[in-house]
């Protein structure tokens, strides 16, 4: 087990709990981590984020070795993110009015003003070799992205800060299924 200091434990835990709570992750779904030179702490693969305990916190080095849990099975896209942008955390969920939107289109743009402000537009990457590269380029310059019919990734100084683009993405999403199904009847 790492040592995992006190705040960033208890952001984890709570950040980890809302997630659960919000339904924007299954019981064991998703991972979150937040940078830590050199190198992050991440979840463990399969842990459950509404239960997060120090035994589940990886501590992983940039040069892949790690201490702790096996790491998230997204630690590579995780390291990605945090070597070509500036972000001190990252959350990855699975919203799943954004997951459903993700099938039909390439960028998401919201259509309510919350999600205007925050986000502008959201763009949509396809599974593939290259998919890792993608998300974190465009987290450049993005706050969130989706992966095609998998969820979202966000970044953010904060996992705080993450949770939030994550929510104003699936709220506007959950906004346009309501406005689509408006539409149609
Ligand atoms: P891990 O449990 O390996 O982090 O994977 C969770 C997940 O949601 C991958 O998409």
Do not use: C
Not at 85 to 110: C, M, Q
């Amino acid at each position: 087990m790492v040592n995992v200091p006190a705040g960033v434990m208890r952001e984890f835990q709570e950040v980890g709990r809302d997630l659960y709570q919000l339904a924007l992750v299954t019981s064991h779904g998703g991972n979150l981590s937040v940078r830590e030179q050199p190198g992050m702490w991440i979840t463990g693969t399969g842990t459950m984020l509404g239960r997060l305990a120090e035994r589940h916190i990886s501590r992983v080095f940039p040069d892949g070795r790690s201490e702790g849990p096996q790491p998230s099975s997204d630690t590579v896209l995780h390291h990605t993110i945090y070597a070509v942008t500036g972000a001190n955390a990252v959350v990855h969920a699975h919203p799943r009015h954004a997951i459903a939107l993700s099938f039909e289109t390439d960028k998401f743009v919201p259509g309510d003003f919350e999600g205007q402000l925050h986000l502008t537009d959201v763009p949509v990457v396809a599974a593939g070799p290259r998919q890792s590269e993608q998300i974190a380029a465009l987290l450049e310059s993005r706050l969130v992205v989706l992966l095609r019919g998998h969820g979202a990734y966000a970044r953010g100084k904060t996992l705080w800060e993450a949770l939030h683009w994550l929510t104003a993405l699936e709220e506007s999403a959950q906004i346009e299924a309501i406005r689509r199904s408006r539409r149609q009847s």
